[in-house]
């Protein structure tokens, strides 16, 4: 255990965990994106799925064993036999391949989910380490359910997992239920009971049912944990997982208090916390912590006073620390293309120059609309230019008749496998004609679960970002699109769904499994 060391690893389940939250499902291509930007942001341990869930989570953890060197991999699995021979084969190619195995150790989970005794608990633990361990070198185990597991059994089903391979312990909130000194003991009772704990590390998987994750995951390492379970924007199940952009900037902001550090690149937050919103259509709420719009933004008059005096005021980071910009109003109609690249840049984007010639045609159209380019614009144009490169349903044209009198049209023109497509079609309102006249261009029986609208920066003229979810025969998919012209967002995100929902109808629908 590295319990005297101050660094503390930072194990992302963005991919695993997060996924699992009702609509959040990501294809392969978006995964990987993500994986990148996690080895990007330096994070030592992704766990990229439940390679036994799904063909779509073997494939995903697979291809990212492939691609990324930088991280280790990891792959959960349950205590079985063939779940445990899957995750090995999707992380055979993997730098670092980590096997993560869980089983319930509640009475509560042992009874009704498992409808085992303790004592097959207890062999099922030592059945499936050891036998994970013989086919990889980096085992980590998780008693599901932790926090309301009797502790003499943790105790002894920890003990039986170190001596037959662990290198990690986790302890898991498996469903939020557990408080800061709670944790705290669970931890202190491991360390003081559990004769071969110092030659492993102790993590923290903690959700956020009571909105306890951050504050219980840092109970937990000032108790001698050394690794933290986390997702970015606290995404996963229920209410959420530890959110990792809190966990690490509390440690480097109150360093003082928690004398800890981490690996991570914190300047390359914000840009990350953006992209998982943008795959996932998950929004981030204005005030979230670290990464919200409205986290460095000052409103009320005495507030403001303050920091043009000394930010310091009411500032206890900066907003550099985690990647947001000071200088917002620099791009503008008059820009060229090789500072339209250099601002590329600068915001974290690596694209090819396909992508930024048309990029730039998008942005320049843009600058003759709005009087003001915002850094978020720019962000908005490169996201809904990378989204839609893949894409065989286009955009051509679209006119729409609203207003009081109706009924409401739209006249679009589309683009499928470079055919073109016409539609007239009527709703109740503009956006529900567009929808029934693209669901006639596409036949499809999706249901919409969700249709969101925000604006990416302030005043009229400011650019939509659409976010749309369809769900046909169980597979979900995020449809998203951005234009001044909320209408034209509108059919850009659905659109943007469609594409997905091609490309899924070929796999087979993921199947959702509880994990810890």
């Not at 942005?363 to 809904?384: M, R, W």
């Not at 990416?456 to 976010?467: L, Y």
Request: aromatic fraction near 4%; hydrophobic fraction near 40%; glycine fraction near 6%.
């Amino acid at each position: 255990m590295t319990k005297n060391s101050n660094h503390i690893k930072i194990f992302d389940t963005t991919l695993r965990d997060g996924e699992q939250s009702p609509g959040a499902s990501m294809n392969i291509e978006e995964k990987l994106k993500i994986a990148v930007a996690l080895e990007e942001l330096k994070v030592d341990i992704i766990e990229a799925g439940f390679p036994a869930a799904s063909k779509g989570d073997f494939e995903a953890v697979s291809e990212i064993s492939k691609k990324i060197k930088g991280s280790s991999i990891c792959a959960l699995s349950r205590a079985s036999r063939s779940d445990i021979e899957t995750a090995a084969k999707a992380l055979k190619d993997a730098n670092a391949p980590r096997i993560h195995t869980f089983i319930s150790t509640s009475d509560l989970h042992m009874k009704h989910k498992l409808q085992l005794n303790a004592e097959e608990v207890y062999q099922k633990v030592i059945d499936s380490v050891s036998f994970a361990r013989n086919l990889c070198d980096d085992v980590e185990w998780s008693c599901e359910d932790g926090t309301r597991t009797n502790m003499d059994f943790m105790c002894r089903t920890v003990e039986a997992a170190i001596k037959n391979g662990a290198s990690t312990i986790n302890i898991p909130d498996t469903v939020g239920y557990s408080i800061p000194d709670e944790f705290t003991n669970i931890i202190t009772h491991l360390v003081n009971n559990v004769p071969n704990i110092d030659k492993v590390t102790i993590s923290t998987h903690c959700h956020n049912d009571l909105g306890l994750a951050v504050a219980n995951s840092l109970a937990g390492v000032r108790a001698g944990a050394r690794q933290i379970e986390c997702t970015i924007n606290g995404l996963g199940e229920r209410a959420g997982n530890a959110a990792m952009e809190e966990v690490v900037m509390a440690m480097r902001t109150r360093n003082d208090m928690m004398p800890y550090n981490t690996n991570i690149v914190t300047e390359k937050l914000t840009k990350t916390s953006k992209l998982v919103s943008a795959v996932t259509g998950f929004p981030v709420q204005f005030n979230k912590a670290i990464v919200g719009k409205n986290a460095f933004a000052h409103e009320a008059g005495i507030h403001q006073d303050g920091m043009l005096k000394n930010n310091k005021t009411y500032e206890i980071m900066t907003p550099e620390s985690v990647g947001v910009s000071e200088s917002n109003l620099v791009m503008g109609k008059h820009s060229g293309r090789h500072a339209f690249k250099q601002k590329i840049i600068e915001l974290g984007y690596s694209v090819n120059d396909n992508v930024i010639e048309e990029a730039f045609e998008n942005f320049k159209s843009l600058a003759d609309k709005k009087k003001n380019i915002y850094d978020e614009d720019i962000v908005a144009i490169i996201d809904d230019q990378v989204i839609r490169i893949n894409d065989s349903i286009i955009l051509k044209d679209l006119q729409v008749i609203a207003g009081t009198k109706g009924p409401q049209q739209a006249q679009i023109n589309l683009m499928i496998e470079d055919k073109l497509n016409n539609i007239t079609s009527s709703g109740d309102g503009p956006v529900d004609a567009i929808f029934n006249g693209l669901s006639k261009l596409v036949p499809h029986n999706a249901k919409l679960l969700l249709y969101q609208v925000h604006a990416v920066t302030e005043g009229t003229d400011a650019q939509a970002e659409v976010s749309v979810r369809l769900s046909e025969n169980g597979k979900t998919v995020v449809g998203l699109g951005s234009d001044t012209d909320t209408l034209v967002a509108s059919a850009k995100a659905y659109i943007n769904a469609l594409n997905k929902l091609i490309v899924k109808r070929e796999k087979s629908a993921p199947a959702k499994m509880s994990g810890v």
